[in-house]
Each structure stands twice: as structure tokens, then as C-alpha cells.
């Protein structure tokens, strides 16, 4: 169902980006990758051969953010879907401890990246419509104690999707969100490492993390051509938190 779509995935060199990536590459798709990661991202082009394109982008900058969609249009000729997936955290810490500097990075590097990626990944689609996902977290749906930048960011996240869902739904542009719960991924790394594994597990009803097999999976019937009335949808794949 991807053969020879082009997808514009960011933060594609590690987590769910990568293996995005992967698994769309195997089903036939066309892919322009981004990272700040340099040797990461271009190593990953590489790996998937002349059909993936590699850029090094800051996606907190606009000027990189419109290169970087004009640059996949002028190497694959349009493009039909973008995953705005780059994204970080902090350390976690009171509300009452946060930083003006942890603000800043969380909403430039979460936010702004998904409200410039669209505006550039937009214009290309208006012509023949497509498809962008956002990855926001279960932070962006409720509140996320010692995360107050990540989870504010996120919010601001689902806000930004579902104006454009609203915005661009007649232009045949579907737009939704997918707010996973703690997965597996580089960025909690630190977390496991600080042996909060169990305390994370323990407020899932399936009393587990998630794997990154489990949330891409998910990330692929959302953005599937099949999926064609699905908009506008901020989507909890979350082992059952959002049951609570």
C-alpha cells in the first residue's frame, strides 16, 4: 500500500523514526529522512538504498524546515505523506524547578517543529492531498508529573493537529496525532537507568512499556491510504492508561 509513496519522516535516526523508516522502505516507499543526527540519518539512507534521501536538520528552524520539504519535492517529484516525529525531553524535575532554557528547547524542538513542518509539508499537498502525522505522547492528553515542559509541549502538539485537521480536511490533507505511552526508545533510556522502569510500568494496566515494534505498527494504519476518513484523531496507544 506505500509502493512508490514518498514519506518524509523526521527524527529518523534512532527510535521510532528509524524503524519507520525501515519498515516502509521494505513496503516500497520513497523516503526523505531527516536528523540532526548527521552520520545517523546518513547512514540510515544508505542502509535503504537510492530510494532514501537523507538531510541533517535542525527542526526547530523553519528556514531548515522548508528546505528540507522542498528538498524531498525536488528529489521525488511530490510528497503524500509527513511524520513529524523528532523529538526530546528533559530531566525530569518538580514544576517548581523547571527553567526558562528547559521551556524553550521543550516547545522549539516538540512544537514549533510540528507547526513548521506543516506549513511547508502542506503547500506541496494541496494539489493531490496526503497525509501527516504527528507523534505527540499520552504527556499531550493529561498531565505528566516532573515533566510539566514535555507535557506542555506535547499539548501544544495536539492543538497544532487539530487546527490543521480542521483547516485542510477539505483539501483531501488528513492530519492526526498518535500519543504513545513510555515505549522502549533511546529517549527514556535515562529513565531505565535510573531504575524508574517499574514505578513507569507499574501505571499501565498492562504493566509494561511498550515496545517500538507495537507504537510503528500503530504509525502505519494511521498514515495507511486505506485509512482514508480517519482525521483529525489524537490516538493513545498507551497498554490502556487512557482507561483510567
Not at 46 to 73: F, H, I, P, R, S
Not at 233 to 242: E, L, P, R, T
Request: negative net charge.
Amino acid at each position: 500500500m506505500f509502493t512508490d509513496k514518498v514519506v518524509l519522516i523526521t527524527g529518523a535516526a534512532s527510535g521510532f523514526g528509524k524503524l519507520l523508516a525501515e519498515r516502509l522502505s521494505e513496503m516500497g516507499a520513497k523516503l526523505a529522512l531527516a536528523d540532526l543526527n548527521a552520520q545517523g540519518v546518513s547512514a540510515l539512507a544508505d542502509e535503504l538504498g537510492e530510494n532514501a534521501w537523507a538531510m541533517t536538520c535542525n527542526v526547530a528552524n523553519e528556514d531548515q524546515m522548508k528546505a528540507l520539504a522542498d528538498g524531498c519535492v525536488e528529489r521525488f517529484g511530490r510528497l503524500d505523506i509527513a511524520v513529524n516525529n523528532a523529538g526530546i525531553s528533559t530531566e525530569m524535575k518538580s514544576l517548581l524547578e523547571v527553567t526558562e532554557k528547559e521551556m524553550d528547547i521543550n516547545f522549539a524542538v516538540n512544537a514549533k517543529s510540528v507547526l513548521f513542518g506543516m506549513k511547508h509539508q502542506i503547500p506541496h499537498m494541496l494539489a493531490e492531498g496526503g497525509c501527516i502525522l504527528n507523534v505527540a505522547s499520552m504527556a499531550g492528553l493529561g498531565g505528566a508529573p516532573k515533566l510539566a515542559p514535555y507535557s506542555a509541549a506535547k499539548h501544544a502538539v495536539i492543538g497544532l493537529t487539530k487546527t490543521a485537521a480542521v483547516e485542510f480536511g477539505a483539501k483531501n490533507i488528513r492530519i492526526n496525532a498518535i500519543c504513545p505511552f513510555f515505549t522502549h526508545t533511546p529517549m527514556i533510556e535515562t529513565l531505565v537507568e535510573a531504575n524508574l522502569e517499574p514505578f513507569l510500568s507499574g501505571a499501565c494496566p498492562m504493566k509494561r512499556l511498550a515496545e517500538p515494534a507495537e507504537i510503528v505498527n500503530a504509525m502505519l494504519g494511521i498514515i495507511s491510504p486505506d485509512n482514508s476518513y480517519l482525521h483529525g484523531q489524537c490516538i493513545a496507544v498507551d497498554g490502556g492508561v487512557s482507561a483510567f
